[in-house]
């Protein structure tokens, strides 16, 4: 016996395709609209028995409301999702807001049907090799650069870099400044440059910020910089006064 179903997708088109095809399999579809303000409204007053809900989008935040919805309003309505290879954020997501299964937009025909049959019969719509990703992905995710430390390393020249790194690895003023080649008094500046535009008032807690945001990461190893001419200042270097003692 055919399904009572609604189709949802952002293309008008696919959703018009989508709702031919399962008409031809002996599905009973409702309607075929693009999502709206009123999509979730639309399914919850005609009350299929699927509902498949098509997105580009699963990971965006708020995309799948209408699901929360038309779950609060119609609970036995069963909800499949339409989209492309999904993040475990988009899976998480879909289920969270009620959703009985996932389904990806190049899905064969067949495939989507036993979906809708699943969904129909409460059971759970998504397929393994899905889940294993998702799951795989979750338990050993890939490493995504910090945004703060990006933000933060773009505030630095490469000498306040260079000098940073060095930072880090321990040196005091002495070192920093026979390792860039350069006067302990120009050292001292380029030290008390990078603490201002870090924020921080101590090398200690300079380190730990580029530590905790991955800016040390990005900046890779301190080299290919040109020593500036012993006491002189580098480029753009203006002596300080007596330094302070964070800057030691």
Excluded at 162 to 175: K, M, P
Excluded at 199 to 209: D, K, T
């Amino acid at each position: 016996m055919g399904v009572r179903l609604m189709v949802v997708d952002d293309h008008r088109l696919l959703a018009e395709a989508l709702a031919s095809a399962l008409k031809l399999r002996g599905h009973r579809v409702l309607a075929a609209a693009a999502p709206a303000a009123g999509a979730a409204e639309l399914v919850i007053s005609r009350a299929p028995e699927v509902c498949l809900l098509g997105t580009a989008t699963p990971a965006e935040p708020g995309i799948f409301d209408p699901i929360l919805k038309i779950k609060r309003e119609r609970p036995q309505v069963a909800v499949l999702v339409l989209g492309p290879v999904p993040s475990p954020r988009g899976i998480a997501a879909a289920f969270a807001a009620g959703a009985s299964g996932y389904v990806r937009h190049d899905e064969r025909i067949e495939g989507v049907e036993r979906a809708i049959m699943k969904a129909r019969a409460g059971e759970a719509a998504v397929a393994p090799q899905l889940l294993q990703g998702a799951f795989s992905e979750l338990l050993n995710p890939a490493a995504q650069p910090d945004d703060e430390g990006q933000r933060l390393l773009e505030m630095l020249t490469p000498r306040e870099i260079e000098v940073l790194v060095r930072v880090a690895d321990g040196e005091d003023t002495r070192l920093i400044a026979a390792g860039m080649g350069i006067a302990p008094s120009t050292a001292r500046t380029h030290v008390q440059r990078v603490l201002m535009k870090l924020g921080v008032g101590s090398r200690l807690e300079a380190a730990a910020l580029a530590a905790r945001t991955g800016l040390l990461d990005r900046a890779g190893p301190a080299t290919g910089v040109l020593p500036d001419l012993p006491g002189t200042p580098g480029a753009g270097d203006t002596p300080t006064g007596p330094e302070s003692p964070s800057a030691q």
